[in-house]
């Protein structure tokens, strides 16, 4: 599928060269086409030959923006401390401010788009399970599809040097319609496992009960403990054969993975961070679950049940203030619901409250993300003592499980998930994660059980199976 507009494309490079020059500093590049509708994991699927370790791809559950990309154009990294959301939010518009655009223009999802995201906490990290990551880490692709409300837009993202010359720069677009000519639907494929094994339960739930105790006996409200089962495969596992099972199954939920260098990152999260769309603001409250029934009458009776449950029903409070306190931060009016109602997923089934607002365009996307980091679905209350008591407790390193992840736009738009159903991929290895919300009514085996449920998307999607 080559796209004819080469006189606009070579106008552009060569404004974009001669700034790049001019400053003698690189200049970012970017050209949007509209594009017949191609199916994005094929074209994410296209990349792995040439583009493997530098993918990644994102879908909400409504599809309206399905994102996959291609390449590292650049990469946007910030150092492991407290300032890391404002730095990377710098970086980007740095690069953005001096950008060459061409093509389509001010359309949401599409041109310069930083991908990527977050730790779940700066100051535990090192381990040599997430080094390839680091503490956050973005980057904006060389090629990316964004299927745009059905629509499909191509964005194509160079970096000039001031010694760059415009012929690599075309070598680099023909390889684009090679990619595009290549994109063709593959099978999931067959996996098959040689182990299975959870991390440690045992003291994972002598962790449980230990913060039980302190939840009893201190001023911590609810503290969110997390563990990892590993897996281990006859063959290296691929992403695009992941995620072609997990938008099979988990439609009501974002899609995501970021590949970096070996390593991949990948799930299927429920629970929206943050979304902004000019003025429009959004956010999920998502904490209290309980699993889906054999059949709709039993189903429909652990619903009720979790909708009345008090232990369940406190604990969703805790999210809903914390997420309306932040929100309203930076919205002039918000609208929430007052009582939550069900999300129900293929395995599980939440607690779920809506959050809107609206604010001025001119608000950033990592401010708020910077404000609802960790809520207390993910960490705890109060918020300090929690994410300090997990740094203690909790024998793995999260890494990028329970952090924010999705994308931003250079029109202030963007999208995160908070990354939780999910799991990384490490060549015949993945270590899945799952976690659960610990208070004063709790006890180990329940939350072990629902951490059991947790595990259940991702060992969907990868062939595994829960030993109930």
Known sequence: MAISHESELIDGLTEALAE??????KVLFSEVVEVDNINPLSFYRAGREDYLGERFFWQDPAK?????GLGKAEKVQAAAHRLRFNDVEHSWEALTGSAIKTGILQKNGTGPLLFGGFSFDHKKNGSSLWDQFGDNLFYIPTFMLSIVNGQGYLTTNLICSPEDHIQLFMKMINERDTLLNGAVI??????????????APEHWKDTVATAIEEIKKTDLQKLVLAREMRLVFKDPVYSEQVLENLSREQKESFIFSLEVGS???VGASPERLIKKTGSEMFSTCLAGSIARGKDKQEDDMLGNTLLHDQKNLIEHQYVVSMIEQAIKSVCHSVDIPRQPMLMKNRHIQHLYTPVKGKCDESVSIFHVMEKLHPTPALGGLPQEKAVRRIREMEQLERGFY???IGWADSYGNGEF????????????????????GIVEDSTPESEYIETSIKFKPMLSALGGMLHE
């Not at 998930?417 to 799952?434: D, M, N, P, T």
């Open 186 to 199: 593959s099978e999931p494929g067959k996996r098959e496992i040689m182990e299975q094994r959870e991390i």
């Open 64 to 68: 309206e923006m399905i994102i996959a």
């Open 402 to 404: 329970a952090g924010p």
């Open 263 to 265: 390593d991949c990152f």
């Open 20 to 25: 790049a020059k001019r400053k003698q500093h």
């Open 417 to 436: 998930a908070v990354a939780i159903r999910s799991a990384l991929l490490q060549g015949k290895e993945a270590s899945l994660f799952a976690g659960c």
